[in-house]
């Protein structure tokens, strides 16, 4: 089992240091393009869970424990897209 996970980690890294590989010949333009896309993502995400965050401390003070966790059911459907 630990030779599996050894062996399992050596193929990931290879696949990583492909992908970088990749990234350095990319020419600078579309690096940057890469760049402010994932910044902008990773912005979104963090957005989106300081969002819930607040939302749920709030709904925490307000509410009892039955209803959090029926405001954690709701979003948790909204973050799957679920209505």
Do not use: Q, W
Not at 5 to 10: K, Q, V, Y
């Amino acid at each position: 089992m630990e030779l599996k996970l050894f062996s399992d980690l050596i193929d990931g890294l290879g696949e990583v240091e492909g992908g970088v590989k990749a990234i350095v010949n990319l020419p600078r333009a579309e690096r940057e393009t890469m760049r402010r896309t994932l910044d902008e993502t990773y912005r979104l995400i963090d957005t989106t869970s300081n969002m819930m965050i607040i939302r749920l401390s709030d709904s925490l003070i307000e509410t009892s424990n039955d209803d959090l966790r029926c405001e954690g059911v709701r979003l948790t459907h909204l973050a799957e897209g679920v209505t």
